[in-house]
């Protein structure tokens, strides 16, 4: 059953691109969020990682990365438990993407956006998870077309 407000979970690769993007595809996810058409969600660790990547590679867009989460209602997930945490150990063989997927996969959402092609996009491949990935594109393109 799809829902009224669709639930994105968003990577760090997703927050850095509407940093650096005003036109993007991530930064249009965002707007989503600001006007109430999704509903937005993050993690302690992306955030966290969100943090680590803003300070090193663009720390003047540090106060931007949080008026955009704040404007756009992004909320946290719980921490992942042991159960999605062990799903995401047996999927992902690196770890800090496994602990990313375990966040998603307590938070329950709908989609997983990602920029990451090289490691989380190829997870959809591996099993059925409970949610879809793609890139802010791919999200757009579905909810262009009634999700």
């Known amino acids: 059953m799809t829902r009224t407000i669709p639930i994105l979970f968003l990577d760090t690769s997703v927050i850095f691109?509407?940093?650096?993007?005003?036109?993007?595809g991530a930064r249009r996810l965002f707007q989503l969020g600001e006007w109430g058409l999704v509903r937005l969600l993050v993690g302690p660790r992306v955030l966290e990682e969100c943090e680590t990547v803003v300070r090193r590679k663009a720390p003047q867009s540090l106060p931007l990365v949080a008026l955009l989460l704040e404007a756009a209602h992004v909320q946290m997930s719980p921490a992942a438990d042991d159960t999605p945490?062990?799903?995401?150990?047996?999927?992902?063989?690196?770890?800090p993407d496994a602990y990313v997927?375990?966040?998603?996969?307590?938070?329950?959402?709908?989609?997983?956006?990602?920029?990451?092609?090289?490691?989380?996009?190829?997870?959809?491949?591996?099993e059925s998870l409970p949610f879809q990935i793609?890139?802010?594109?791919?999200?757009l393109q579905a909810l262009a077309q009634g999700f």
Do not use: C, I, N
Not at 17 to 24: D, H, I, N, Q
Not at 86 to 95: I, M, N
């Open 17 to 24: 691109a509407a940093v650096l993007s005003p036109g993007g």
């Open 85 to 95: 945490l062990q799903k995401a150990f047996d999927l992902v063989s690196y770890r």
């Open 101 to 126: 997927l375990a966040e998603a996969l307590s938070a329950s959402p709908d989609w997983f956006v990602t920029h990451d092609k090289a490691h989380r996009l190829k997870m959809q491949t591996k």
């Open 134 to 139: 793609g890139t802010p594109g791919d999200v």
